[in-house]
T-cell receptor, first 113, second 110 residues
Framework: NAGVMQNPRHLVRRRGQEARLRCSPM?????VYWYRQLPEEGLKFMVY????????ESGMPKERFSAEFPKEGPSILRIQQVVRGDSAAYFCASSHRGTGELFFGEGSRLTVL | EDQVTQSPEALRLQEGESSSLNCSYT??????LFWYRQDPGKGPEFLFT???AGEEKEKERLKATLTKKESFLHITAPKPEDSATYLC???????????FGTGTRLQVFP
């Protein structure tokens, strides 16, 4: 199965700790998107990356959140000093050459205690 | 600002009872309207892309249509396995990201 792979699927952190979420795009895809979903809410765009470049980070909170997509390895969404409000499902999606048809992973569910 | 509104929020259907879901949108210039299906605890699954008014796409019991202001997802003779949340998203001509609506939660009862 060459789908979008996210890990961990579930992550529990205490307030003030760091959370790192990983995403390996589909084979052949070089565009990665991160979205956040709260219960009963829609998917909120966070950031769009290509290899080694952040293309659009208009949805990223200005503090504590960062994302990267290195030349080698998965894309990583990093949340520093987590707070309870960061508890959500974080979805990664990939596309081929920015076609707009996004293929999503199963998500990483972050719980902050 | 690009915006997507879906209605109804929730829909309960008897098996075989056809209906439609609505997606109204406001974008600076449409570069694609997308429908996704999301099952509980799963990631969204791509269904359709529509690019211009008048375009229609079909897949099994689902048919998506597009006008200049809205899109409909028609479900013909639904089955319980069609129960899911259906998400609509748009891509405008000044960005590569998709803007999603909050979805319609569909339940089909036998």
């Amino acid at each position: 199965n060459a789908g979008v792979m996210q890990n961990p699927r579930h992550l529990v952190r205490r307030r003030g700790q760091e959370a790192r979420l990983r995403c390996s795009p589909m084979k052949g895809h070089s565009h990665v998107y991160w979205y956040r979903q709260l219960p009963e809410e829609g998917l909120k765009f966070m950031v769009y990356l290509q290899k080694e470049n952040i293309i659009d980070e208009s949805g990223m909170p200005k503090e504590r959140f960062s994302a990267e997509f290195p030349k080698e390895g998965p894309s990583i969404l990093r949340i520093q000093q987590v707070v309870r409000g960061d508890s959500a499902a974080y979805f990664c999606a990939s596309s081929h050459r920015g076609t707009g048809e996004l293929f999503f992973g199963e998500g990483s569910r972050l719980t902050v205690l | 600002e690009d915006q997507v509104t879906q209605s109804p929020e929730a829909l309960r259907l008897q098996e075989g009872e056809s209906s439609s879901l609505n997606c109204s949108y406001t974008v600076s210039g449409l570069r694609g309207l997308f429908w996704y299906r999301q099952d509980p605890g799963k990631g969204p699954e791509f269904l359709f892309t529509l690019y211009s008014a008048g375009e229609e796409k079909e897949k099994e019991r689902l048919k998506a249509t597009l006008t200049k202001k809205e899109s409909f997802l028609h479900i013909t003779a639904p089955k319980p396995e069609d129960s899911a949340t259906y998400l609509c998203a748009v891509r405008s001509d000044n960005t590569d990201k998709l803007i999603f609506g909050t979805g319609t939660r569909l339940q089909v009862f036998p």
